[in-house]
T-cell receptor
């Protein structure tokens, strides 16, 4: 089934550890996004990529990095996790045109202790 | 700054109609999206408006007034499965989505 796959589904991590959240799409979408969703707040954009080989910073990029080596994969790395990064992380993709919706993965529930 | 406002929670009765409002302030405007998100799941796309007026899709309709910075999502013939959060998002001049915090809709029998 075509779509976006995120891994892991959930993770408990000790503060200070490095963690990479994986995201893969098979829809050949140009644009990909990483969001975090916290209770009472809207989805907040962390980083995005409009096409393979390019990335950009969103609203809350600090403490996170991304890469886009190819069209399908867009991993998000927490270099040194802190408790405030406890959140649900969603990866999304879109064809890139302004009227095209973003399609979301099932999310990664990350707890930093 | 950029901002999306929508009610935190609404309650409605099965079989009834409910209207969820959204107001937005963005730097530039390139369309308004509505998404549905069931608890513990990913958001799923419902509708898109870029021109003023009403877009109808089955039981769901979405309205946009660009001059007022206002949109609403209308749900008819409510079913228990419509219990979910409804997210409003406006696309700004950089084509990034600015998201509201979501409206939790509770359907009572």
């Amino acid at each position: 089934i075509a779509g976006i796959t995120q891994a892991p589904t959930s993770q408990i991590l000790a503060a200070g550890r490095r963690m990479t959240l994986r995201c893969t799409q098979d829809m050949r979408h140009n644009a990909m996004y990483w969001y975090r969703q916290d209770l009472g707040l809207g989805l907040r954009l962390i980083h995005y990529s409009n096409t393979a080989g390019t990335t950009g910073k969103g609203e809350v990029p600090d403490g996170y990095s991304v890469s886009r080596a190819n069209t399908d994969d867009f991993p998000l790395t927490l270099a040194s996790a802190v408790p405030s990064q406890t959140s649900v992380y969603f990866c999304a993709s879109s064809e890139g045109a302004s009227n095209q919706p973003q399609h979301f993965g099932d999310g990664t529930r990350l707890s930093i202790l | 700054g950029q901002n999306i406002d929508q009610p935190t929670e609404m309650t409605a009765t099965e079989g009834a109609i409910v209207q969820i409002n959204c107001t937005y302030q963005t730097s530039g405007f390139n369309g308004l999206f509505w998404y549905q998100q069931h608890a513990g799941e990913a958001p799923t796309f419902l509708s898109y408006n870029v021109l003023d007026g009403l877009e109808e899709k089955g039981r769901f309709s979405s309205f946009l007034s660009r001059s007022k910075g206002y949109s609403y999502l209308l749900l008819k013939e409510l079913q228990m499965k419509d219990s979910a959060s409804y997210l409003c998002a406006a696309r700004d001049s950089n084509y990034q989505l600015i998201w509201g915090a979501g409206t939790k809709l509770i359907i009572k029998p």
